[in-house]
């Protein structure tokens, strides 16, 4: 995979100076039915050259004002799990922490090193997926991607997860005694009313906060490319109400996000899917901290559009 890769196709700006950086994290190593997440993250990058520059429900052109920087994909052959994931630690804590991180995988095992490095001391960790994710160990290892929120809460962040319908019984047993794991289920956000609670728990949170995009928890009617497809779902506009109540609320330190789990496919609906997921993140997280009234100095400028 090449080492120069770009995101609306827009030259990378110095990792040091970059307001927005998008890390490609092509691990598959777990994934127990549909192959092919290793190549969610260029085919992400590869369905944003289709972008608009201008992103309409913010109203404005992010990368005027934003530098982006795709960073080299993180090296994936290791003799072990373990040295994947202990070399995939270490690379983010090496990465500037004043800016907008960006993960794209790969599978969902991938999500609690990041965690770890980008917020050691605590906070909450927002989940949207089908799957709890919550197995202690899942064929014989620690590092499967059914078990990285279990993983997290075993290092004492808290976990709010949106959309689960597909879990084993251990994990929901464990969901109904564990106060610091709050579950919306994909059914009950049907209601209206539960929908809202759920908007307005985000609205409140305070502190650090890492938002976590399995795409299989949107509805497999709109994605149909990911590992595991369950039916229900987010649909596309609840999906970004999510985003944007995250990325205007003040009071957090958004940490990072990841967007995670997608397998390309031919049609390529998915891959455009999760490329404007990345589009939408950046933009509701430069507008909300105001660089739209700063310099117009971003990736964008110079560049050609038509």
Request: charged residues 20%; proline residues 6%; contains cysteine.
């Amino acid at each position: 995979m090449s080492e120069s890769q770009h995101f609306l196709s827009l030259p990378n700006a110095p990792v040091e100076s970059a307001d927005v950086l998008i890390l490609p994290v092509p691990y598959e190593q777990t994934v127990t039915y549909k192959p092919g997440t290793r190549q969610g993250a260029a085919a992400i990058l590869a369905a944003s050259d289709q972008l608009e520059f201008y992103e309409e429900d913010a109203g404005w052109c992010p990368t005027e004002y934003l530098k982006l920087s795709v960073l080299p994909s993180v090296a994936v052959d290791f003799e072990s799990e373990q040295a994947f994931h202990d070399h995939l630690f270490n690379q983010v804590k090496s990465l500037p922490g004043d800016n907008l991180l960006i993960a794209l995988g790969g599978e969902h095992s991938v999500t609690p090193e990041m965690v770890f490095a980008r917020m050691p001391d605590g906070g909450t960790v927002v989940q949207i997926d089908a799957h709890a994710d919550l197995r202690p160990r899942y064929h014989g290892s620690i590092y499967n991607h059914a078990c990285p929120m279990n993983r997290i809460r075993q290092q004492d962040y808290e976990l709010i997860q949106i959309g689960i319908r597909s879990l084993h019984a251990y994990e929901a047993a464990l969901i109904a005694d564990d106060k610091a794991i709050t579950t919306y289920f994909d059914r009950q956000l049907q209601r209206q009313a539960i929908w809202e609670a759920m908007i307005e728990r985000l609205a409140s949170l305070k502190g650090p906060v890492w938002l976590t995009i399995d795409m299989d928890g949107f509805d497999p009617a709109l994605i149909t490319g990911v590992g595991t497809p369950q039916p229900g779902g987010l649909s596309w506009h609840q999906g970004v109400e999510i985003i944007e109540t995250l990325m205007r609320n003040d009071d957090i330190e958004l940490c990072g996000v990841d967007i995670l789990e997608l397998v390309p496919e031919a049609n390529r609906v998915s891959d455009m899917m999760g490329a404007k997921l990345v589009q939408k993140c950046l933009s509701f997280w430069g507008k909300a901290r105001g660089f739209d009234k700063g310099p117009a100095e971003g990736s964008q400028m110079g560049v050609d559009d038509e």
